[in-house]
């Protein structure tokens, strides 16, 4: 065999053979292989398709990539793009590519909802380019209905949430088969089999030949982090600088990292339910510290508060309750599901110019449903969230899920074991993947994830994060062949959105000079989710 370090060298030499071809060749192939594609040609117009927030200037503009990459020469798709030019042009250093991950969430709404958390440098130095993955926005669009109302129509009858009991499970399970059925049967040009994060990578390669820059500088926060190791492993030669803010852990996402990992599903090998109830367990102790003024919530100590937590869950089981206006109906599964994965719970810090936001917010909410009167069992509300083939686009093919014909049911009650409230949520997430097209997953990358890359890739993670657990971004960092995690001890989903400017100013310099903060490095969040509360000091 040969010795570790040549055995790494060989496969970092035949990676970078590899990422100069189209999908699916290898090495022994390539004096068959067809040209690659041309570079997008790129011409940016200050007029974007949809209406953008705030004062700030972007430009917009459309790129064509090949449908399929191992046909590159074939029939294009075409992606939208959206650009925010570097504030000090005299300085610019190139582009810096942008995925909020999801998956599904269009980076041309998102950039410009969060372009003003970028630290300032960052901002002055670079163009921050986003772009809509295929299948997600408004162009080359995962349709499985002719109309918005023939998917409501097919998801009319699911509970909120995530289902409850065998009756709502073997509803929900039926929906979904019906759902991947009709997205297999109304695919009319094989979108579906070229959806996973490894196109999307081999696509981005393409926009950074697009933008002039010889190597990618490449921000991505939760999901798009899965984005930036398969871009990294795929392309380790080009490779500039990477900030992975909240990752995901690649391994126990794609296939799993134990023997027994196969038989569970995807986020139950990361742990994101977990860290969910992690989550919701702090936010209750920080509630409690921060009294009734602070979080409306609050009953007393840490554990009467979640003693009403698990009180409210109660009735909750028993009956839904009515809140508003405008008035609607909230069910067990809904409210737990919001507990877990709302926005509430994940900016832990109230956003200013928001007062609807943050940990306060979501006390606020929970109190609304304490105090409000019972719901009749009729108003339940049903219906699943419509665009979602966007979503289950990306998410059913990059990751490997349980056997077919795997039993999710007996998978819920573990997670709800393991973590609550809020644990059966996740799993019911990726069992919409169990009936999707299984064309879908043939581009799927699944490793390697350590091959040495030209330039060192940098993992920030919040200690709390609700979503992706801190321990797979460790988990990243440890993995990649020149990762550095930097540590916020603090809470939120993404340090992006719940800011630290000890962490910004790491980034920052990283960016723009390739400086990495230390071994071992830790950061504060800027604020707490809660304000201190004030004590007593001596009578007056």
């Known amino acids: 065999m040969p010795r570790p370090r040549l055995a790494t060298a060989l496969r970092a030499a ?21 040209p690659g594609p041309p570079a997008p040609r790129l011409e940016w117009r200050q007029t974007c398709a949809v209406p953008l927030p705030g004062p700030d200037q972007f430009d917009c503009d459309t790129a064509r990539v090949p449908l399929d990459h191992r046909a590159p020469q074939g029939e294009t798709i075409r992606l939208a793009l959206i650009r925010h030019r570097a504030t000090d042009p005299a300085h610019r250093i190139g582009t810096l590519f942008f995925n909020p991950g999801g998956p599904g969430i269009p980076a041309t709404l998102a950039l410009p909802a969060v372009y003003g958390l970028f630290p300032a440098q960052v901002r002055e130095r670079f163009d921050i380019v986003g772009f809509d993955p295929r299948g997600v926005g408004g162009y080359t669009t995962l349709d499985c209905f002719p109309d918005p109302a023939a998917e409501a129509g097919l998801l009319a009858g699911l509970p909120a949430g995530f289902p409850v009991g065998p009756e709502q499970q073997s509803v929900w399970a039926g929906t979904y088969e019906r759902f991947g059925r009709q997205c297999a049967e109304s695919d009319r040009t094989g979108l579906a089999a070229h959806l996973s994060t490894a196109d999307v990578a081999r696509d981005l390669d393409l926009l950074r030949r697009a933008v002039g820059d010889r190597r990618l500088s490449y921000l991505g926060t939760s999901y798009g982090t ?4 398969t871009y990294a492993n795929l392309f380790p030669d080009r490779v500039r600088a990477m900030v992975l803010d909240s990752a995901v852990d690649p391994v126990a996402w794609t296939t799993g990292r134990g023997p027994g990992d196969g038989a569970l599903t995807p986020f139950l090998r990361t742990g994101s339910d977990l860290a ?16 009734p003024e602070g979080c409306a919530f609050a009953a007393g100590d840490a554990p009467a508060t979640r003693a009403k937590y698990a009180r409210l869950l109660d009735r909750l089981r028993r009956t839904p309750v009515a809140v508003g206006p405008p008035q609607q109906a909230v069910t067990y599964n809904l409210a737990s599901a919001v507990s877990a994965v709302s926005t509430l719970l994940y900016t832990a810090q109230p956003v200013a ?22 719901a009749p069992p009729s108003a339940a509300p049903t219906g699943g969230a419509p665009g979602q083939a966007q979503t289950l686009g990306a998410l059913c093919a990059d990751a490997a899920g349980p056997p077919a014909g795997a039993a999710y049911p007996p998978l819920a009650d573990l997670a709800e074991a393991r973590s609550g409230a809020t644990g059966p949520y996740w799993v019911w997430q990726t069992q919409r993947c169990a009936a999707w097209p299984a064309e879908a997953a043939r581009d799927r990358y699944e490793g390697p994830w350590d091959l040495p890359t030209s330039a060192p890739i940098l993992v920030v993670a919040n200690t709390g994060d609700p979503a992706w657990p801190y321990e797979g971004s460790r988990a990243l960092a440890d993995t990649l062949a020149r990762g550095r995690l930097l540590t916020v001890d603090g809470y939120g989903h993404t340090v992006l959105g719940n800011p630290s400017g000890c962490a910004a100013g790491y980034e920052e310099r990283y960016l723009i000079a390739g400086r990495l903060p230390a071994r071992g490095q830790v950061c504060a969040p800027d604020s707490p989710p809660f304000p201190a509360r004030a004590t007593a000091t001596g009578a007056n």
């Open 276 to 291: 969910a109830a992690r989550a919701l367990d702090a936010f209750l102790d920080a509630c409690a510290a921060a009294g």
């Open 14 to 34: 035949t990676a970078a053979i590899a990422a100069l071809l189209p999908a699916g060749l290898t090495p022994a192939t390539a004096t068959a292989a067809v």
């Open 226 to 229: 899965l984005l930036g190791a």
């Open 353 to 374: 110019g928001l007062p609807d936001s943050g940990w306060p917010a979501l006390g606020t909410r929970l109190q609304q449903l304490w105090t409000a009167p019972d």
